[in-house]
């Protein structure tokens, strides 16, 4: 019979709160071992604490710790408290402070409580390396904690963590999905590969903001109180701007300095040769192509720029539009796709509609000029045209299939490799 980690049967074993007289630990760790496969630690071997967020210590109705009881009357009170146990229920941290950070709602007056201690091993397959300067906003759901202590790897997708995350995925994606219609997906085949996670940002509840990471793109709500309606309510970030300068945002005008992406854009992650989002770093001031002209440059992974090649004249492909904001133009087949339509899913039903009702919605403003490259696909080498936008990489490969010449990078997966520094 399958057993599932219980957050209140762990925290009760080892009921260590902090602030509070200290408690021993090896109660919690027994019922890792019982329920979790989790094997007790060996005699010397150098261990690390989690934390949680613990709902129940107060006085107040059921020992919610929003009092009177009369309070609960109210629907955002009895919302709030909703939002704690099942909060506190499925996540785990890596240290106060983030436990602390990612409360579920504002005035939470839940305790920080301390939950056991873990091998460095282990705990670093649930938060990461114990120097990863991120660490303190990763949280982790306990449906992860199980298949990590059972010595299984992290399920390959996640549920959407916010109703309205579902419903942007559900409107361009869903359709591809269900089969209704041919054409490349815009943020993923399938569900997110992470949780919800919160990470810093100044404008952000508490200077944090919700997120999650799909294949092409990562999700954000940077203003829970902002119109939902909006198709601006869930943004997603500008993650290639990020990659190509190797500056980390952490605001509107909040920046941490890091190294651009050696990372490949487009093709085989393990290529070589294909250019990456550092590549790109060359040429962003580059002067843009004259609408109507025939794209024939081509860049290397040095970034070294060709002009006038006779292969790439040869495929036809041209400037579509420049954008007078960034002073780039950008190629024809994406900008097509920039404002297609076709069917999407809309409140409960398909229908025919513009993609996207901003056509700078899902990519962002063109950063860069369109570049031929050489890059490994699946194991072949080809051209492909690429171009850096603000929030998507898109590539043209003009063998494939029509309906999938024009797709959209995995910038989602390769954003959170180069922040997290996982695969």
């Not at 009357?73 to 506190?88: D, G, M, R």
């Not at 409360?103 to 873990?118: D, F, M, P, Q, S």
């Not at 903001?209 to 940077?222: F, G, N, P, S």
């Amino acid at each position: 019979m399958e057993r599932k980690l219980d957050r209140r049967t762990l925290l009760k074993g080892s009921a260590a709160i902090l602030g509070g007289a200290a408690a021993s630990l090896s109660t919690g760790l027994s019922a890792f071992a019982e329920l979790g496969n989790f094997q007790s630690t060996p005699q010397g071997q150098t261990t690390l604490t989690w934390y949680a967020l613990d709902p129940e210590w107060g006085v107040g109705l059921d020992g919610c710790p929003i009092d009177p009881a009369a309070v609960h009357q109210s629907t955002h009170a009895c919302h709030a408290c909703n939002s704690c146990h099942h909060h506190a229920e499925n996540k785990l941290f890596p240290s106060m402070t983030a436990a602390d950070q990612n409360r579920a709602h504002v005035g939470c007056k839940c305790l920080v409580v301390e939950g056991g201690e873990l091998p460095v091993e282990t705990w670093e397959v649930l938060f990461g390396a114990q120097d990863n300067i991120e660490r303190e906003q990763v949280d982790r759901r306990w449906d992860w904690v199980a298949d990590a202590l059972a010595g299984e790897p992290e399920p390959a997708e996640y549920a959407f963590d916010n109703p309205a995350f579902l419903r942007v995925w559900e409107r361009t994606d869903l359709p591809v999905r269900e089969g209704v219609v041919s054409r490349s997906w815009l943020w993923t085949d399938g569900l997110p590969f992470t949780g919800g996670l919160s990470e810093d940002y100044e404008e952000g509840p508490f200077g944090q903001r919700l997120v999650q990471y799909c294949d092409k793109a990562r999700m954000e709500i940077t203003d829970p109180n902002a119109d939902a309606s909006s198709i601006w309510y869930v943004t997603n970030g500008l993650l290639v701007v990020e990659l190509i300068t190797g500056r980390m945002q952490v605001g509107h005008n909040a920046f941490i300095d890091r190294e651009p992406a050696v990372v490949n854009t487009a093709g085989d992650p393990d290529d070589e040769d294909g250019p990456t989002y550092a590549t790109f770093g060359a040429v962003l001031d580059a002067a843009p192509l004259p609408v109507g002209s025939v794209i024939s440059q081509g860049i290397n992974r040095a970034g070294s720029v060709a002009t006038d090649v006779q292969a790439f004249i040869d495929e036809g492909v041209s400037v579509g539009y420049t954008d007078e904001v960034t002073n780039h133009s950008i190629a024809a087949p994406f900008w097509d796709f920039m404002n297609s339509s076709g069917p999407v899913y809309q409140d409960g039903e398909y229908i025919e509609a513009q993609l996207f009702l901003d056509p700078f919605f899902a990519t962002g403003r063109p950063i860069a000029e369109p570049y031929w490259a050489q890059v490994r696909v699946a194991g072949v080498q080809q051209f492909v045209l690429i171009q850096c936008f603000e929030r998507r990489v898109l590539t043209y490969t003009p063998q494939n299939d029509p309906n999938w010449r024009v797709e959209a990078g995995n910038v989602g997966r390769h954003y959170y490799a180069w922040r997290y520094g996982a695969e």
